[in-house]
């Protein structure tokens, strides 16, 4: 089998993951068929050299994919499934990006079949993802090795053994960006509030975080004891801090949202 992969649905994360594999070279843009309704988004990955369709009956019966990529939401999952059943076989692994939809829903449609579920975020964009996996225990081998190769040109790849976790990891890494890019918004605004113009604030915002991120990344210093160091006894950052630490509101709030999330992908799987 050629490694054929139909992509269905190009948007945010479809086309991120996409430009990903075919930069890395992992994937020739003649193995992959795009379905896309929306025009300009097919034109994109046209210009990668990707073949793109608009619905799956435009799809020939003659193709065998190894692969097919589910970038498509969670809501549209029960009526697009039933169009990709005539592809199931064997050999073909569904790869689900879906927050909360599960392995039980994705074979109600397509029978037994190999599934893998992904929970990418959108820095995978710029090969800077972090990314959950499961799969069930009919996926080869040969497959995981194959899907792995791809997934890390997209970031950092986590297997996790229960699949009750991709829940877990939508809520930490799939949404954590727009907690992250939320908090450089409110940055952004504490700065105008003390004096600076938009695009000033939005730089010492969006520098702090980024360079707060690298250092994280990089020290071998666990992020208290990296938030030790920016704390002078008596100083500006504890004064900051005992607003956001009294009563460990900061932490409270934190995990009150992440447990909102976890809950809203368990709802959207049923
Ligand atoms: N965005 C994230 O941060 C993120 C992170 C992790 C996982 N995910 C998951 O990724 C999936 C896609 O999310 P997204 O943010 O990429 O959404 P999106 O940008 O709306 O992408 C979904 C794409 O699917 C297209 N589509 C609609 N009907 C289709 C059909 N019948 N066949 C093929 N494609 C069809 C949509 O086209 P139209 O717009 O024309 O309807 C749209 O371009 C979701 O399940 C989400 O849970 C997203």
Not at 171 to 198: D, N
Request: net charge negative; with cysteine; hydrophobic share 45%.
């Amino acid at each position: 089998m050629s490694n054929e992969i139909i992509l269905v649905g190009a948007g945010h994360m479809g086309y991120a993951m996409l430009e990903g594999w075919l930069g890395a070279e992992i994937l020739k843009p003649e193995q992959v068929v795009v379905v896309e309704p929306a025009e300009a988004l097919r034109d994109r990955v046209e210009e990668h050299g990707c073949a793109a369709v608009s619905s799956a009956a435009d799809l020939g019966d003659d193709l065998k994919p190894q692969i097919i990529v589910l970038a498509i939401k969670p809501q549209m999952m029960n009526d697009i499934l039933p169009d990709y059943k005539r592809f199931g076989a064997a050999e073909t692994t569904f790869l689900s990006v879906a927050a909360g939809t599960s392995i039980a829903t994705i074979e109600g449609h397509t029978g037994p079949s190999p599934v893998i579920r992904v929970m990418p975020n959108t820095p995978s964009a710029i090969g800077e993802g972090m990314l959950g996996v499961f799969a069930n225990e009919r996926v080869s081998d040969e497959t995981m090795q194959f899907v792995d190769q791809l997934l890390v040109t997209s970031g950092d790849v986590v297997h996790v053994e229960r699949e009750e976790q991709i829940d877990a990891i939508t809520a930490i890494s799939g949404s954590g960006p727009g907690y992250v890019f939320h908090f450089i918004e409110a940055l952004t605004e504490a700065a105008k509030a003390v004096g600076f113009e938009e695009d000033t604030a939005l730089l010492l915002a969006k520098q702090t975080i980024y360079g707060s991120a690298c250092l994280a990344m990089e020290s071998e210093n666990s992020p208290t004891e990296l938030r030790k160091q920016v704390t002078s006894p008596n100083g500006t950052t504890a004064a900051a801090l005992a607003v956001l630490m009294e009563g460990d509101a900061m932490t409270k709030l934190v995990t009150r949202a992440v447990t909102a999330a976890r809950d809203r992908a368990v709802e959207l799987g049923k």
